[in-house]
């Protein structure tokens, strides 16, 4: 693996100059069927980017108690959005 990110070709992605980078955009976006597709370096980002697309300032988002955006991420919703977050236990199951 080291071998392989060693002889990696590299360039700057910010200018989509980046061919690996490049390559496993194309190779994504062909997979799912989708006109492009981006990169980013970890989960949080790739969920604070999907809450943006969603979200915005003086929005509310409604997620379980347990999720994971509100147990660990909850600031970023309100650093990058200015979206509040209302987390909400379900109810049990209803006996039939």
């Not at 992605?13 to 069927?33: R, Y």
């Not at 990169?39 to 300032?57: D, E, K």
């Not at 999720?67 to 970023?76: N, Q």
Request: charged content about 20%; hydrophobic content about 50%.
């Amino acid at each position: 693996m080291l071998k392989a990110m060693i002889s990696a070709p590299v360039g700057d992605d910010v200018f989509g100059e980046d061919p690996t980078v490049k390559a496993l955009e194309d190779e994504v976006s062909a997979l799912l069927d989708k006109e492009a597709s981006v990169f980013v370096p970890s989960g949080t980002m790739s969920n604070q980017l999907a809450l943006r697309l969603h979200a915005g300032p003086l929005q509310e988002v409604l997620v379980d108690h347990r999720a994971h955006v509100h147990v660990w991420e909850v600031g970023g919703i309100h650093a990058l959005c200015g979206a509040s977050v209302a987390a909400a236990e379900p109810l049990p199951p209803a006996d039939f």
